[in-house]
């Protein structure tokens, strides 16, 4: 069977580690094996399901794609487009949303935790995010998704639709899984939970400087360099996970030795890491610097692939309602 790839991330600023390691990293090894399908967009209308700056909007979702490019996405290979402009992503989601009951979608624990996080917008868009994701995910008829571990219930959401779909109407949805990356949990610097845009300090962008991210892991929480692993305060575990993703998992037994025995310097390990993190960071800097002198480039990326993702977007749509009846 073909096997098509679909991901995406939204446009809420600059990309960081997490989005890196959990997504762009399966991107690119997905897009490296020419028997696949490959479609990246940048998931602008999801932005608008939580608070969100009309301006900023407008320019993060090309930083996207410039994030994108700059990591090595090519346009030659993969589709790299917009999800606003297919606008069957949104027709496909309402159509979905007539297979999906309101308590499904209320108990998601995703749903919860942005109700917690705002308050004041729990919103219809909030709770149909994850419809329109399996609307991003299905229109493609894709059967794979590089996201991170935070995503599975959005991708239970999606096999559940596809499911619905195709014992009702009839339609050939596949149920598409995760494709995991090492990097598919990336944790916080702060100490607990995910890296992620919305926390300040949690997070290491991918435009920062080596002296930006010292500055950053300085700030994340330690202990005095010793003890036992099993009692390893999660800090300092997190601090580890890091060295192992960028420095291998031999430089992480180092440390663990350390720490049981003469103690770790923290101050000479984050310099270390800090170090590590830029190097790999240096050709997406490199090349983000080449791409932000040439707009045009940018604009014909955005153009080619919205046009090359709609044949395919509108394909499937006109399937589905023909097969509800709407056709
Ligand atoms: P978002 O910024 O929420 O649109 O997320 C975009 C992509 O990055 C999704 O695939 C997420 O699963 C992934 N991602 C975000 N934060 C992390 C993290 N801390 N660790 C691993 N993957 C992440």
Redesign the pocket.
């Known amino acids: 069977m073909k096997q098509t790839v679909l991901?995406g991330?939204?446009a809420?600023g600059r990309l960081h580690l997490?989005?890196y390691?959990?997504?762009v990293k399966g991107m690119l090894a997905l897009q490296e094996d020419s028997t696949i399908d490959t479609f990246f967009m940048v998931?602008d209308v999801h932005t608008i399901t939580t608070p969100y700056d009309i301006d900023e909007l407008k320019l993060n979702r090309r930083e996207v794609i410039i994030d994108y490019l700059a990591a090595g996405l090519d346009p030659e290979r993969s589709t790299l487009f917009l999800q606003s402009m297919v606008g069957e992503h949104l027709e496909l989601s309402f159509l979905f949303s007539s297979v999906m009951s309101i308590a499904r979608m209320q108990h998601l624990p995703t749903f919860k935790d942005k109700v917690k996080q705002y308050p004041d917008h729990a919103t219809m868009a909030l709770l149909n995010y994850p419809l329109l994701m399996a609307s991003d995910i299905l229109l493609y008829k894709a059967n794979l998704v590089p996201?991170?571990i935070?995503?599975e219930p959005h991708i239970e959401i999606a096999r559940q639709v596809a499911r619905k779909m195709n014992e009702a109407y009839g339609t050939d949805f596949p149920e598409p899984t995760r494709f995991a990356t090492k990097?598919?949990?990336?944790p916080s610097l702060q100490g607990s939970g995910?890296?992620?845009?919305s926390v300040a300090g949690s997070f290491i962008s991918l435009t920062d400087s080596e002296a930006e991210i010292l500055e950053r892991l300085k700030a994340a929480p330690t202990d005095d360099g010793k003890g036992n692993l099993q009692t390893m305060p999660q800090g300092v575990k997190n601090i580890l996970q890091f060295v192992e993703l960028f420095s291998g998992a031999e430089k992480r037994a180092e440390y663990e030795a350390q720490y049981e025995g003469a103690g770790i310097r923290y101050g000479d390990l984050k310099k270390e890491l800090a170090a590590s993190i830029a190097a790999e960071l240096k050709p997406l800097q490199a090349k983000r610097a080449e791409l932000m002198v040439n707009p045009k480039y940018i604009d014909d990326v955005i153009a080619t692939g919205a046009t090359k993702a709609q044949a395919v977007a509108s394909r499937t749509l006109d399937e589905v309602k023909e097969k509800m009846g709407l056709g």
């Open positions: 991901s991330i939204r809420t997490g989005n390691l959990g997504a998931a996201v991170g935070d995503q990097g598919e949990y990336v995910k890296m992620s845009k």
